[in-house]
C-alpha cells in the first residue's frame, strides 16, 4: 500500500488532511479507513446504522467513534444471522426477521469483521476509533479529513485487503505536508 497525503492549512491553526491510497497492486484502496490519532478523543456518536438490504450489509465499510451504539436493521426479506469476532469474543445477534433492529455498543476500539452464518457471501467491516478525524476514501482512493487541529498524530490506514499501515505525521500551521510510503 502507498500513501498520498498532502497536508493544507487554510486559516488558524486548523487544517485538511488530504490524500490517495493505492494498494500494493496499483489499484486505488477504495473505501480505505484513515483516521489520525492524536490527543483529541472521540465522543460516542449519536447514530449509527449497518442496514441489511438485498442479502448485503449498508455500508460495506463504517467508521464509528468508542461507546457508539449501532443499529443493525433487518429491512430485507429473509432472516440474517449477525455475528463478528470482536476483541476474542463473539457477539451474535441471533436470528431476526425484517422489521427487526438489534443493536451493539462497540466499546473498545479495533477492526469488528460483520458476517451473517445464513449467507456466507454477506460482510462488512466496523472500524471503532477513539478519535474525531477520520475518513472512508472514495472509489478512486481519496479521502478528506477536516479541521484537524495542529499536533502530532499518527496516521492509520486500513483497507479490506488487510492492507495497512501507519505513520506519524505532524500538524503544523502553515505547513503542507507530503507523506508518501512504499509498498
Ligand atoms: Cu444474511
Redesign the pocket.
Known sequence: MSLLAMLVLAGGARGTVTGVVTLSSGRFGRSAVVFLEGAERSRPMAHAVID?RD?TFFPHVSVVTVGTRVQFPNN?T????VFTEFHSARFDLGMYARGKTKTEVFDRTGLAVLM?S??PT?SAYVMVVDTPFYAIADSRGRFSIKDVPAGSYELNVWHESGEKLTKSVSVQPGAELEVKTGR
Open positions: 441489511q442479502k430485507d429473509v432472516f440474517h444471522n451473517c445464513i449467507h454477506m
